[in-house]
């Protein structure tokens, strides 16, 4: 079965900083992947997604992931952090023929300080 | 212009009174899912309607049973809530077919169900 593992809990970066949020799947095959944000008390919107046809993928907000088969990776970056990036992040994995079904990593809560 | 639509946002129910979470979506897609996330974790699936076709995750609690009676509603209904189903409730849907790529999901608000 696939698993996604987000390393790092919590991230705190100051404004105007580097954004390096890492994820790592597992998978038997090159699946879907996908990076979602939610802010508290809400549902998950989504950044970006990988589905093969390009291996840097470009997202909304300014954030973009590159897709690294030889190490199973699929890290989120932004160049220069804003406070309204502050909100946790969920990478997610999809295989084909699971009808779409996420299965998503523990999440990385992403601090912005002044 | 919401697309996916859950209702109600917040949620109390008694211990053991049966509770149902409603969701309704303008997209049209055919496949809609239905995730529990806990506080502090990820959300985890517990079933999706292919269609009319429903799939049950194998380790969801017989106590969650969902209904589809049409393409655009979705309903997740606990029978018998513990304290232990306090949660968001995320519904979302997609196109998602078992060839199809185009795997992104939408979702709604959340519905946060507190069981008291």
């Known amino acids: 079965a696939q698993s996604v593992t987000q390393l790092g809990s919590h991230v705190s970066v100051s404004e105007g900083a580097l954004v390096l949020l890492r994820c790592n799947y597992s998978s038997s095959v090159p699946p879907y992947l996908f990076w979602y944000v939610q802010y508290p008390n809400q549902g998950l919107q989504l950044l970006l997604k990988y589905t093969s046809a390009a291996t840097l993928v470009k997202g909304i907000n300014g954030f973009e992931a590159e897709f690294k088969k030889s190490e199973t990776s699929f890290h989120l970056t932004k160049p220069s952090a804003h406070m309204s990036d502050a909100a946790e992040y969920f990478c997610a994995v999809s295989d084909l023929g699971s009808y779409g079904k996420l299965t998503f990593g523990q999440g990385t809560i992403l601090t912005v300080h002044p | ?116």
């Open chain 2, 1 to 116: 212009d919401a697309m996916v639509i859950q209702n109600p946002r917040y949620q109390v129910t008694q211990f053991g009174k049966p509770v149902t979470l409603s969701c309704s979506q303008t997209l049209n897609h055919n496949v809609m899912y239905w995730y529990q996330q806990k506080s502090s974790q990820a959300p985890k699936l517990l079933f999706h309607y292919y269609d009319k076709d429903f799939n049950n995750e194998a380790d969801t609690p017989d106590n969650f049973q969902s209904r589809r009676p049409n393409t655009s509603f979705c309903f997740l209904d606990i029978r018998s809530p513990g304290l232990g189903d306090t949660a968001m409730y995320l519904c979302a849907t997609s196109r998602a077919g078992k060839t199809d790529m185009n795997t992104e999901a939408f979702f709604g608000q959340g519905t946060r169900l507190t069981v008291v």
